[in-house]
């Protein structure tokens, strides 16, 4: 007989196909199970008229699939992993990291612009993103900007913005590529931990049963990287600071974005470490530039 597994999502499109990109993968890897998708709304999914720092961080776009979890209602949840706040439940880890998709940061233009005018509007309510376009786009004017990306796309078209930053993974994801102005390398704009990687959440029986079929070794040693990183800087989800890594054989390489506050002004340097040590390699990095930019 097989085993029903139900996987709790977030309503909206993107996490719904996530969620199916989970599905999938399982359905692959272990055949001898059934899937469900369960979709919930959470707390960050209601409030939208005010930034998430305001509200109580991203800890706000799991607690509704935390308590489901725990009251076993569902088997596991599927987030992207850059949405996730840096306290897990211990009984409930993050037990598998998925293929890295695009990690790049997005620029989507109003439609039928190709640019961002002199003193024109970007929509972000991420002030990581916010501090890297200031030096990109030097005379432009910040907005925030909330919702999933349909919503943020349609605000785009009807109100007076230029431009909005989006995480190429999810417009991918979604086969929305066409929307894509420009692309952000990793130098250019430092990405959000975890950016493009989908973290699975469980107990301790999921992830006997499935961590063979979910989990990608490069994904979960670059995230250990970054997440350290961000966790060492006390990085809560209002934090500028960022975080991404490459595993390059036995290596990883490690960017780290340090924001310091009373000089409005930010650092980016990179450090390599082996791929065992990418916990210390984040730590170290962090603790490193704190010393030396405080």
Do not use: W
């Not at 088997?75 to 306290?87: A, G, Q, R």
């Not at 620029?107 to 509007?121: A, L, N, Q, S, T």
């Not at 925030?144 to 007076?160: H, M, W």
């Not at 961590?211 to 800087?233: V, Y």
């Amino acid at each position: 007989m097989k085993q029903r597994i139900r996987i709790g999502s977030r309503e909206s499109k993107l996490a719904v196909t996530q969620a199916k990109i989970v599905k999938d993968l399982m359905l692959r890897g272990c055949p001898d199970i059934e899937v469900e998708i369960v979709t919930m709304k959470t707390t960050g999914d209601m409030i939208l008229d005010r930034s998430l720092d305001q509200i109580g961080g991203k800890g706000l776009f799991v607690k509704e699939l935390d308590i489901a979890l725990r009251e076993e209602r569902i088997d596991l949840s599927v987030h992207s992993l850059k949405d996730m706040p840096m306290e897990v439940p211990e009984k409930y880890p993050v037990f598998a990291y998925t293929r890295r998709e695009d990690p790049r940061d997005a620029m989507v233009y109003k439609p039928g612009r190709d640019f961002i005018p002199e003193g024109g509007i970007i929509a972000t309510s991420s002030r990581r993103r916010m501090i890297q376009m200031k030096k990109l786009y030097p005379g432009s004017i910040f907005s925030g900007i909330r919702g999933n990306v349909q919503t943020r796309l349609r605000k785009l078209a009807e109100e007076e913005l230029d431009g909005t930053v989006l995480a190429a993974a999810g417009l991918r994801r979604l086969k929305m590529e066409a929307v894509i102005g420009r692309l952000f390398t990793p130098d250019e704009v430092v990405p959000a931990a975890g950016q493009g990687i989908l973290a699975v959440q469980g107990g301790q029986r999921v992830k006997e049963l499935l961590r063979g079929c979910l989990n990608h070794p490069d994904s979960e040693t670059a995230a250990l990287a970054e997440r350290q990183f961000i966790f060492e800087l006390d990085g809560g989800c209002s934090s500028p600071a960022a975080a991404y890594a490459e595993v390059m054989g036995q290596e990883i390489q490690l960017s780290g974005l340090y924001y310091r506050e009373t000089a409005d002004v930010f650092y980016v340097e990179k450090r390599v470490g082996q791929v065992k040590e990418a916990r210390a390699l984040g730590e170290g990095l962090a603790k490193e530039m704190k010393r030396k930019y405080e």
